[in-house]
């Protein structure tokens, strides 16, 4: 973690910053070696102290504060996070009574009092405010009336500043629409009383309306630290969480939230979104019907809970019975029209999502559904709708994005230039709210490729073996090559069942990544185990048993794991479907993702890293194992269907069968961009469409130019 040959400072600086990032196990191993070198350092002695608390090691944890006490028995710090820890456990209580005995200061006790429930501490100090300027200010924001708090508070704050009126001007500031300014107010009462949960949370979001995820995230993090039984800041942080795509993380989050707050509606919400995403359908559900049926949207998500678990009769009755209940229900409305397009029921979609656009214009997803579904021309009166609201200053960015998408889709052909610029814009936008690391999916990859895979191949080499029957077939490549498209051609087999994007390899095989973290040798129980969890959760994500058939899993990122697969899955077939880097990057970039994910997306230099990362992948695997993939080209496909189709049909062992030549006809649900187009024959009209758009895409050629992935001319 950090050079222990450092001053003191900075090695306690280091794990701080890896508490903060909830990586006790890291800190732990660094502060033991501390507290021996510096026995008198009480911060030392503190961090060592959070840190086991962290990892639920209570009896280490009071030994390590019981050596603080003796250090600093008054520092404020110290009792906070002791009363703190021992609420995690019951115990805040006795920490008050102790607290009380110790003749700490009472402003010091009223904080204890909260923060020894868990609840956390809420700002206490006014200042040189008097109960009078406590009732104009209180006046003055309850009346909207931001000019008039900012008067009254300036004075106050020069002569003797107090956290409550900074957080008094920030909620004025963030209810006048001002997040910069408010986020900054809230900064400066926590910098008075840092333990003040109210106003962190004000400032997660502030820092969240502002599109500063990652700062938000932070700061949604401390205030779940500092308030571990307080189910607001839990559920802010697991929102947060979830939002930067963390959505293993904010399950967790949700699921020891429940623990203590059971039926708490809001919490059940994002239980039951958070098991959608990390492939746990049936949970999601669960917790979607223990909502109140009288929540706001408790059908919507019910419907979506029952469509991603394939219920797609269960998940329309639902959609129907709200509607007609509510008529103009623009987001029931909505989620029934995409719905309807991942069907296939293009006119009964158009009709949905016109009617969403009409009961509401700002629901973006169903302009951007309506867009990127259907051909609209510019005069469309849904398009007209759309520039209008776009027009208007005050709509979030969520919303000017979702428009910006969808007009340039809409514009790309009558007015490239248009459609450029709204792109550029959407673009832009999303990456200032989900910031783009090439470290993540790089240490992903390293992960993969350098760490694990040489402890497999030598135990593969070992003679070591999975017995694992199961034998799906995997499509892999990045996003926008063609893998839908195969997917869907693979799956009109009649042996073949379509999984789609299962996104289970890692998530079911955790025993096995822990052991190999470790350095640990594999054996055939370990490598059969992954196999057999693989397989189990494969069928549970895709909601169909194979009896007999192949399941298909066209998880995009596979292409990192073939080794992973080879090893526990010595039976499963893997497909690598690659396209011009050109003419798949224009795809990824004037393509709208489920925000938080495939960050990339929205900047041309971070698709050439993303290629990149995908040829270094494929390199090792040539080199290492040839015979474990086979590769499908997209613009062959393209040119000679029927030799590709039965080349890929041969290396997967399937017979030939001529319905997989009219794929379109028989494609089921389609959850992908590629929802229309699996819906049509083959045609070529996208190969080499980059040419049209270079001048569009320069900065991303560009990149690959320099990287040396541009195909031969």
């Not at 090695?11 to 910053?17: C, D, E, G, S």
């Not at 052909?413 to 450029?420: E, N, R, V």
């Amino acid at each position: 973690m950090t050079n222990q040959t450092a001053p003191l400072a900075q090695q306690l600086a280091a794990v701080r910053k890896a508490i903060e990032a909830e990586r006790p196990t890291s800190a732990r191993a660094l502060l033991r070696t501390l507290t021996k070198s510096s026995p008198n350092s009480a911060e030392a002695w503190l961090q060592l102290a959070r840190s086991e608390s962290m990892l639920e090691n209570a009896g280490a944890a009071r030994l390590a504060f019981e050596r603080c006490l003796t250090l600093a028995p008054k520092e404020p710090i110290l009792w906070m996070e002791l009363a703190i820890s021992e609420s995690r456990h019951g115990q805040g209580n006795q920490i008050l009574k102790r607290a009380r005995k110790a003749g700490l200061p009472q402003a010091l006790l009223k904080m204890l009092q909260t923060a020894a429930k868990g609840q956390g501490a809420k700002a206490q100090g006014t200042g040189g405010a008097t109960r009078a300027d406590l009732a104009a200010l209180g006046k003055a924001a309850a009346g909207g009336n931001l000019r008039a708090v900012e008067t009254r508070a300036a004075p106050i704050l020069k002569a003797r500043a107090g956290a409550v009126i900074w957080g008094i001007v920030a909620q004025a500031r963030a209810d006048a629409g001002k997040f910069a300014s408010a986020a900054e107010a809230f900064r400066q009462g926590i910098v008075l009383e840092p333990y003040a949960v109210d106003l962190r949370l004000g400032l997660v979001h502030s820092l969240a309306m502002e599109t500063e995820v990652v700062k938000a995230l932070v700061e949604a993090r401390r205030a779940a630290q500092i308030a571990p039984r307080l189910t607001s800041a839990q559920l802010v942080y697991g929102r947060i969480v979830l939002q930067a795509g963390l959505a293993d993380r904010a399950m967790a989050i949700a699921e020891q939230t429940l623990r203590v707050d059971p039926n708490n509606d809001a919490v059940l919400a994002l239980a039951a979104e958070t098991a959608m995403q990390v492939g746990r359908h049936r949970d999601a559900i669960d917790y979607a019907r223990r909502r109140s049926k009288a929540s706001t949207e408790y059908d919507i998500l019910l419907a979506r809970t029952l469509s991603t678990d394939g219920q797609l009769d269960e998940s329309l009755a639902v959609y129907d019975a709200l509607i007609a209940r509510h008529p103009t229900d623009a987001a029931a409305l909505a989620g029934r029209g995409q719905l309807r397009q991942t069907l296939g029921d293009m006119t009964a979609a158009e009709a949905d999502l016109r009617a969403a656009m009409a009961a509401d214009p700002t629901e973006g997803s169903a302009a951007r559904a309506l867009a990127y579904g259907t051909k609209l021309s510019e005069d469309d009166p849904a398009v007209i709708v759309m520039k209008d609201v776009l027009a208007r200053k005050e709509i979030g960015p969520q919303l000017r994005r979702q428009l910006d998408y969808a007009l340039a889709r809409v514009l790309q052909s009558s007015d490239p230039a248009a459609a450029a610029a709204h792109l550029a814009s959407a673009n832009a936008s999303m990456l200032r709210t989900f910031p783009y690391d090439v470290r993540q999916l790089r240490e992903r990859q390293e992960t993969s490729t350098d760490r694990e895979w040489p402890i497999l191949r030598a135990a593969l080499a070992s003679g070591v073996r999975s017995t694992s029957e199961a034998a799906p077939i995997f499509v892999t490549g990045l996003p926008r090559s063609g893998t839908t498209l195969v997917e869907a051609i693979i799956s009109a087999h009649p042996m073949v069942a379509a999984g789609g994007e299962l996104g289970v390899v890692r998530r079911s095989i955790m025993p096995l990544a822990r052991l190999l973290a470790e350095g640990g040798t594999p054996t055939e129980a370990d490598l059969t185990a992954a196999g057999d969890a693989y397989a189990d959760a494969a069928c549970h994500a895709a909601g169909q048993t194979p009896d007999g058939h192949h399941l298909t899993d066209k998880s995009i990122f596979t292409f990192m794991d073939i080794g992973l697969i080879q090893a526990i899955l010595p039976r499963a077939k893997v497909v690598v479907v690659t396209r011009d880097p050109r003419d798949m990057g224009l795809s990824i970039w004037r393509n709208h993702f489920r925000e938080g994910t495939h960050r990339y997306a929205a900047s041309q230099p971070a698709i050439a890293d993303q290629v990149e990362m995908f040829r270094d992948a494929m390199n090792i695997w040539q080199r290492d194992l040839p015979d474990a993939y086979h590769r499908i080209d997209y613009d062959a496909l393209l040119q000679n269907p029927e030799e590709q189709v039965r080349a890929l049909l041969e290396y997967l062992d399937l017979e030939w069968n001529e319905r997989v030549m009219s794929f379109n006809e028989h494609a089921g649900r389609v959850q992908t961009l590629s929802f229309a187009q699996v819906r049509q024959p083959l045609y070529k009209s996208s190969s080499g469409g980059w040419k049209r758009s270079a001048e569009e895409i320069a900065e991303l050629i560009a990149a690959l130019d320099a990287k040396g992935l541009l195909p031969p001319d």
